[in-house]
């Protein structure tokens, strides 16, 4: 069993930053694609950026691009997500996931096999 574990949200005036941390337990991460998601009220959930744990590849979301990075710790088996210029509309409740396997669907929610339970990120105008 995997465990993901995502801290770090809050509130947040438009123009600042964040970090996002997600602390992974259980088995073994080497090779795991890692993710980065968000929910707003009424809306589905998005993607928002992937990096693999050992390749060090990353993807991002346009609407976060150049905003947002993401990035990972293997020997405290963490991945960030370091949110900059944060606007009202990066409001949602963020979650980590992971999966096992190389995906190249990395924008599906469905990809992914393991989720946290989400840390809750408010940004005001």
């Known amino acids: 069993q995997v465990q993901l574990v995502e801290s770090g949200g809050g509130l947040v005036q438009a123009g600042g930053s964040l970090r996002l941390s997600c602390a992974a337990s259980?088995?073994?991460?080497?090779?795991?694609?890692m993710g980065w998601f968000r929910q707003a009220p009424g809306k589905e959930r998005e993607f928002v950026a992937t990096?693999?744990?050992?390749?060090?590849?990353?993807n991002y979301a346009d609407s976060v691009k150049g905003r947002f990075t993401i990035s990972r710790d293997n020997a405290k088996r963490t991945v960030y997500l370091q949110m900059n210029s944060l606007k009202p509309e990066d409001t949602a409740v963020y979650y980590c996931?992971?999966?096992?396997?190389?995906?190249?669907?990395?924008?599906?929610?469905?990809?992914?096999?393991?989720w946290g339970q989400g840390t809750q990120v408010t940004v005001s105008s």
């Open positions: 259980g088995r073994t991460f080497s090779g795991y694609v």
């Open positions: 990096v693999t744990w050992s390749g060090g590849q990353t």
């Open positions: 996931a992971a999966t096992p396997y190389k995906i190249t669907s990395y924008r599906l929610v469905s990809a992914y096999d393991y």
